[in-house]
């Protein structure tokens, strides 16, 4: 692989590792904070509500769409899908909007602006089935943390797999806040994007953890765990830039040119990217460090019963 840093060069990251910690903690502290007071911006697939999808001869201005839309009462979130000749439109659920009349505005305002128009679909979503789904989602999140710290337990150690999943909720945590602070609209496609950033940020986080486990029998017994910590995460550095930065430049471009329909979508996958790598280097390394991981913990009995045999010899 590729490598942008000598051998012999060793990156202190663990001598921040406070600082940066405090700065993360204040992160998630902020995000919470957002959720609690702003709360989110459920999609209609949680909260229920109307669907509607158009069909014009010819392409059309959303902006357009959205002032012929508004001048017959009906708001809310528009947005091309397949085509910039296809429109779809949510709209939250009211009292005084039941579907048909919902359909009948959008088509009277649809045929003003082309008459050739015609609505190729209308749904309505129950809330029952969004509760469902806000609670489906949840459980789904809460499932995979679970597997994965049983996973890295059995593999590696279970300070890591605490550290691992501190910083997998973290990651999980900020992309809910920016949703939240923003009020971005989070729908099924943005959870879909939340469990891929848990999938991708935990295999980064394994192939750290290796590098440590590896050393930790490798390495002069005099180094320290700090130590230790920061000759494996310079050796994995090069790997996770290229990696990340490879990924990141796709999902960079959906976000920028794939349009409003899966904008949460790469957004949810932009961000979990950028703080994944950076859960990955220090959150889950600094927790097990707080949580006092030994050296002793790493080694597997049989090679440090060796090694403590050839340094016997060698006294």
């Known amino acids: ?63 357009d769409v959205r002032k012929a839309y508004a001048a017959e009462g009906i708001e809310g979130t528009v947005q091309n899908f397949g085509s910039t000749q296809d429109v779809m439109i949510r709209v939250a659920p009211k009292d005084d909007l039941n579907q048909q009349i919902v359909t009948e505005k959008i088509r009277d305002a649809a045929t003003k602006l082309d008459p050739q128009s015609h609505i190729t679909r209308s749904e309505y979503v129950g809330p029952a089935v969004g509760a469902e789904l806000v609670q489906s989602g949840i459980i789904a999140i809460v499932v995979s943390l679970i597997a994965i710290l049983i996973y890295i337990a059995f593999r590696f150690e279970w300070r890591m797999a605490t550290g691992a999943v501190i910083s997998l909720a973290y990651d999980v945590i900020v992309v809910l806040g920016v949703f939240s602070f923003w009020q971005i609209e989070y ?39 700090d130590h230790l910590f920061d000759v494996s995460l310079t050796q994995t550095l090069a790997r996770t830039i ?21 904008f949460g979508f790469s957004l949810a996958l932009t961000i979990g990217i950028v703080f994944g790598t950076i859960s990955s280097i220090y959150v889950a390394s600094t927790w097990a460090l707080l949580l006092k991981i030994e050296r002793k913990n790493l080694i597997p009995k049989k090679i440090d019963k060796k090694e403590i045999e050839m340094e016997s010899m060698e006294d």
């Not at 998630?28 to 697939?45: C, Q, T, Y």
């Not at 990924?247 to 960079?252: A, G, K, S």
């Open 242 to 262: 290229i990696t990340s930065g490879t990924t990141l430049i796709t999902v960079l471009s959906l976000l920028i040119f794939g349009g409003d329909m899966i």
């Open 1 to 63: 692989m590729l490598q942008f840093i000598k051998d012999t060069t060793v990156i202190p990251f663990m001598k921040i590792k406070g600082t940066v910690e405090i700065l993360c903690i204040c992160l998630v502290l902020a995000s919470i904070a957002s959720m609690v007071v702003k709360g989110m911006n459920w999609g209609l697939d949680f909260t229920g509500g109307i669907v509607v999808e158009t069909h014009y001869s010819h392409s059309i201005a959303l902006e």
């Open 187 to 225: 729908d099924l496609t943005v959870l879909a994007a939340v469990l891929t950033v848990l999938g991708y940020s935990l295999n980064d986080k394994i192939v750290v953890f290796d590098r440590i486990r590896e050393n930790a029998s490798k390495l002069p017994r005099d180094f320290t765990m």
